[in-house]
């Protein structure tokens, strides 16, 4: 079993819908959850970071942890077809230790 | 706005052939990693360097891959030799010396073995 599981999908939505991206862990001591965007044939793209459990706002995007049930998700609000992408979560223990990634959930936006 | 660079972009070689990537992190940023991608999956980290040493390689193929960071900047990963099983998508990231959950992306080396 992976330590991170993430659906690959392909999701998708029309545009202005509200998406919800998750993950799973089995790690209950990682403390640390990021979201990343990769475009394709890009690196991936910092978007969120949060710390333990609780939510994280910016602009369109919201980040939700519950270390209780070893979920993490993000939500897009009024989704665009420029996020059309493939969302990756990491994660780690602590500070300074390595991310662990989800395998990405692929996003398509129809117009 | 800074970015990490690397290069080549795309590499194609033939299995048993020698190849190297380059990557030069963001200014100031002490901390390097390089990632390897496969198609559909997640990146996980190869080797991490704090300036010149290595911090991590413990998924580091050491009989055919290895990694340099001379002077604490720029970066080289080779492969030697390569292998069918080594196409992928070889990532540098880079970050400040204490923000190494903030991890910045280069554009990638997609690298093919025949």
């Known amino acids: 079993q992976k330590e991170v599981e993430q659906d690959p999908g392909p999701l998708s939505v029309p545009e202005g819908a509200i998406v919800s991206l998750n993950c799973t862990y089995s790690?209950?001591?990682?403390?640390?959850f990021m979201w990343y965007r990769q475009y394709s044939r890009k690196g991936p793209e910092l978007l969120m970071y949060?710390?333990?459990?609780g939510n994280k706002e910016d602009g369109r995007f919201t980040a939700q942890v519950d270390k209780s049930s070893k979920y993490i998700s993000l939500f897009i609000r009024d989704s665009q077809p420029s996020d059309s992408a493939t969302y990756l979560c990491?994660?780690?223990?602590?500070?300074?230790?390595?991310?662990?990634f989800g395998a990405g959930t692929i996003l398509r936006v129809k117009s | 706005e800074a970015e990490v660079a690397q290069s080549p972009r795309y590499k194609i070689t033939e299995k048993s052939q020698a190849v190297a990537f380059w990557c030069d992190p963001i200014s100031g940023h002490a901390t390097l990693y390089w990632y390897r991608q496969i198609l559909g999956q997640g990146p996980e980290l190869l080797v991490q360097?704090?300036?010149?040493?290595?911090?991590?390689d413990s998924q580091l193929p050491k009989d055919r891959f290895s990694a340099e960071r001379l002077k604490g900047v720029d970066s080289t990963l080779k492969i030697q030799p390569a292998e069918l099983g080594d196409s992928a998508m070889y990532l540098c990231?880079?970050?400040?010396?204490?923000?190494?959950?903030?991890?910045?992306f280069g554009p990638g080396t997609r690298l093919t073995v025949t």
């Open positions: 990231a880079s970050s400040l010396r204490d923000r190494s959950n903030e991890q910045y």
């Open positions: 360097f704090q300036d010149e040493s290595v911090v991590d």
């Open positions: 990491a994660m780690s223990v602590k500070y300074g230790n390595k991310l662990v």
């Open positions: 790690n209950s001591a990682f403390q640390y």
């Open positions: 949060t710390y333990s459990s």
